[in-house]
């Protein structure tokens, strides 16, 4: 490869349920890659990212709405597809790590297992919508959900319309999860979220470990 053509990024994605601890660990994560010496490494969340997937995420957050279950597929799908055109692939072409909070194991777990459409019509749509684009590697943080209740708790602040949900829903993504991990053992790697961040920090770092040798950063 040419000196001036850069090695293609890397996309590491953060999954879980709410209160798993995706948004802490997401920003900590992109300090220690820049520490051990991955040059540019950008953090981003979905819905989001990009203008039109705020707007988006606005409006599937918003408890005062309702959403059906394939409009709420849907939708995430479309904020996916503005984010992963106008700032995914341009970061990964360009040699960036990107640190993504959410992406589409989390519409696999919500809208297919929780909402009950199939994981494998909302993997089709979704193939859709980001080009088939995949992470190289996602963590996938795993909490009770008596913990992830209480964490929620003490972010303040209103629940939003995804977090009103009952107990029911939650199981089922949590097992949705559990399939996807099951089935997809060397991409998604598994971490006890319930301890310290530190402690879940140096677990997600090993769960890397093999693509900070690869030499890309």
Same mark, same amino acid.
């Given at each position: ?30 300090? %220690? ?47 996916? %597809? ?89 199981? %089922? ?45």
């Amino acid at each position: 490869m040419s000196p001036d053509v850069a090695a293609r990024g890397r996309l590491i994605t953060i999954e879980g349920v709410d209160g798993a601890g995706k948004t802490t660990l997401a920003a900590a994560l992109v300090d %220690a890659l820049r520490a051990r010496g991955v040059e540019r490494v950008e953090a981003l969340r979905e819905p989001g990212g990009v203008a039109l997937a705020e707007r988006v995420r606005a409006l599937v957050v918003d408890p005062a709405l309702r959403c059906g279950p394939r409009a709420e597929a849907l939708l995430y799908a479309a904020a996916r %597809a503005q984010l992963v055109e106008e700032r995914l692939d341009p970061l990964l072409e360009a040699g960036a790590w990107v640190v993504l909070d959410r992406f589409v194991d989390s519409s696999l777990a919500y809208q297919g297992a929780g909402r009950g459409l199939g994981v494998e019509e909302v993997a089709a749509l979704n193939a859709f919508a980001t080009g088939g684009l995949e992470p190289d590697r996602t963590v996938l943080l795993r909490v009770g959900a008596a913990q992830g209740r209480a964490r929620q708790a003490g972010r303040g602040g209103e629940p939003d319309r995804l977090e009103r949900e009952d107990a029911a829903f939650f199981a %089922a993504v949590a097992a949705g999860y559990d399939a996807l991990a099951a089935a997809h053992p060397r991409r998604v790697l598994v971490v006890d979220a319930s301890g310290s961040p530190d402690g879940v920090l140096a677990a997600a770092l090993e769960a890397l470990g093999d693509l900070l040798d690869d030499g890309n950063g």
